[in-house]
Structure formats: structure tokens, C-alpha cells
């Protein structure tokens, strides 16, 4: 049985992931979303209230939801499973898609968008009592420490949005803030917000040294950063919001990523590999934001629409022509260019050559993989082969062509 190709394969389904979803199947593509969590929409999902979203005040699972049924709504197909790799094809057009328990997806595009995860910090109790009181998720969570004294700790938008949120179930936030008094790393509406509110405590210039219990978490050990003296501080809880890591692993050593395991883009979203664009908090990016993540998403599909247009007049036109091709980079907005088409058409038609105009300002991934250096440049190819090349060629150098 032959497998199925889509024209779009989107890894992982938050903000980024469903808004190129929606935007790819609205334009018609063959488009599948493979998460590996049951619950769509990322950490989007996991925030308990969403403010900043033009237009939508929601909770982060609210958001999520619309995001989802919108592109599903247009066609767009989900799979849940974990994406583990991808090769490219002998083609150069085609990927396969590695999954950890279905096998494989053949797509023509891919578009990255695994976002990160919490950073661990890797204090002693922090594995050991994951999920038994030590918490990344208030939204997930708060409900178990209802009336309870918890812990937050972190000084940015997240720490400190996420504890105004967890006072209104639970009847203290120790906030743990490595900084001097008054020093948060949040913007200024947060911490207004926290600075205002009663049952938020502050415990500056600290951290934690340890998180203790026996079965579930009892205490942590408070460490002042400027004394280091360790105080014992009771509670149950312990919300760790202290940055995030790019969810990489599974390219590390496979595909180009930066030094802290960030996917770099170019304007398109487009990465270092043809056809693999990546968007969202995965990638290396001044402001990571529910925002920020669907404007990726929307361009990465229509980029990836224009990639496989391109890839597939090339692989048909001119990869499989059965007589010789001259392809013509050139540029609509250069004189010498426009000089040249009509002599290099007429040349062509009395000689039986197929003419294949390549406006290299637009399709640069094609000008950079033929090594384009100037314009208007000629490659003959036979067969996908090129034979011979003229660059800024005059009317009279035509004849090498035959
Ligand atoms: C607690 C918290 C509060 C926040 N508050 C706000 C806020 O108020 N406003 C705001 O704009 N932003 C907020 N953010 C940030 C916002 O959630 C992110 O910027 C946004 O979710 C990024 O979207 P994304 O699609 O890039 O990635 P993510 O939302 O991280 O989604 C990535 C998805 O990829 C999946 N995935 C990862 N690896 C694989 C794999 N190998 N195979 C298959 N699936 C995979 C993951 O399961 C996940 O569902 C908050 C974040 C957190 C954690």
C-alpha cells in the first residue's frame, strides 16, 4: 500500500503548530498536526488566563480550543503520536517522518513547532518529587493546594503571573525571587498586579537549595543568596517557573540548531534545510508569546505553499523535461535581464529548447543551490544535468548553447 503524502507536516499543536495548520489547509494543502499530548495547544493551554491576545480575553485552554477547531474546521488532520526525526529524500523534495509508535509520514514540507518545556534546575527533591508537589503547570495544579501556603519560584512574567493566579485558591504565595528587594524580571502591568496583591509574600535575594518530604512534598530549604544561610520553609507545594529549554533533543546532532538548541529562521521562517521551516518558541527569537507563535505559523504555511509550488515546477519542467532546458535566472527589475528574455525565447524556439525562467529575487533557495552569483545567468541541463552555464551572456555567446 502506498503511503500517504502530505503536502504539510506540522510537529507539534500550540499556538505556532495550529495557526500554520489553519493557514495551510485553508490554502488547500494535504496538512497533518502530530502532537504528542492528548490536549492540543501547547503551553498555551497550560496558562490560566490569557490577556494578551488581541481581541480575545480567555483562559489559555479557551484560546487553545479555538485555535484547534479553527483548523480543523478547514481540514487540517491530527495524529497523536512523538515525532523522533526526519531524513530528506534522495529527491531532495520529500521528507520521512520518524514517529515513536506509527511508523513513518512522507511529507513535502515540515514545519517545526515543539515550543520548550520548564527548565529543571536540578536542585535535590526536584525529580524525586515531580508530580507528588512539585509543580510546572498552576493552572494544571493549583486545585490541590486549595487554602494551602505554596511556593513559587522565579522573578519573570510567568512566575509572577502565575502566582497572582494561584491566589485565588490557594492562601499564600511564598514568591522566591533571586533578586534585591523590589527586583522582578516581569513587565510592569505583572508586577503591579503582584505588588497589589495581599496574599503574595515576597523572599528576596533567595532561592531554593532543596525540595524535602517522604512520600509528598513537605518543606523546601530557603538559601539566602547574600548570607547563604538555609532557612526551613513548610509547605506543600512548589511551582518552579526559572525559564525554559527548546524541545530539541530529538534534532541534537541531526539539524542545524544554535548553541542553545534554538531552530535559527529567515524571514520566511524558513530553516537552514530547504522546505523545513520552523516557528514559535522553538526558535531563536526576541519575544516568545502566544502572538508572536501564530504570526510564525501563518508564515511558515504560506512559505511552505510557495516552496512546494517552486519545488514541483522544478521537478516536473525541468528535472523530468525529456528535451534540454535552458534555465534562465534573471530578475524583472534588472535592464540587462529584461533585455535578454525575448533574444534568449526567440533563440530557444528555433532550436528546440524549452525555456524555464527563474526570477531569482523570488526563488532564492533555487539562485543559492545552482550557485547563482549574478544576472541574468543561463544553465543548460539535460536531464536534470547541467551542461553548460553563460553568465551575463550576450546575444552573440548563444551559439554555446547548442
Ligand atoms: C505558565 C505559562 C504562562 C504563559 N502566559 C502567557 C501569556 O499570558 N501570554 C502569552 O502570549 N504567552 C504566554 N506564555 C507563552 C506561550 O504559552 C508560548 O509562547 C506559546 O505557547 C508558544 O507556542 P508554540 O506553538 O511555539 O509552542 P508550545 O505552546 O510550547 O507547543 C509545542 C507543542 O509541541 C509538542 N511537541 C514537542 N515535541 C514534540 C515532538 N517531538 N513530537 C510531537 N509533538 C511535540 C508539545 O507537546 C507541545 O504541545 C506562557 C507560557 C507558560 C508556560
Redo the contacts with the bound molecule.
Sequence with gaps: MTKAVYDVVI????????SAALYAARGRLKTLV????T???????????????PGIIDT?SGLSNKFYEHAKKFGAQFLK????GFTIDTDGFHKNIQLKNNGEVIAKSIII??????RIIGIPGEEEFKGRGVS????CDADFYEDLDVVVVGSG??AV??SVFLTKVVNQVNLVVIHEEGKLDADKIAQEQAFANPKINFIWNSTIAAIEGDELVESVQLKNIKTGELTKLETPGVFM?VG?VP?TD?LKGKFPLNQWGYINVDEKQETEVAGVFA????CDKFL??????TG??ATAAVAALQYIEQEEYWQEHVLGADKPVLAVFWSPLQAESTALMPEIEAFAQDHDFKIVPVDASRNKRLAERYQIRELPTIVGLTKGKENIRLTQPQKSNFEELL
Design positions: 510537529i507539534g499543536g500550540g499556538p505556532g503548530g495550529l502530530i502532537e504528542e499530548k490536549q492540543m495547544g501547547g503551553q498555551c493551554a497550560t496558562t490560566s488566563e490569557l490577556e494578551n491576545y489559555g503520536d512523538r515525532v523522533i513547532a515543539t515550543g520548550t518545556k520548564p510546572y503547570c498552576a493552572t512574567n510567568t503571573e502565575e517557573f525554559t524541545q530529538w516557528v514559535g518558541d522553538v516568545r508569546q502566544v502572538v508572536t507563535a510564525d505559523g
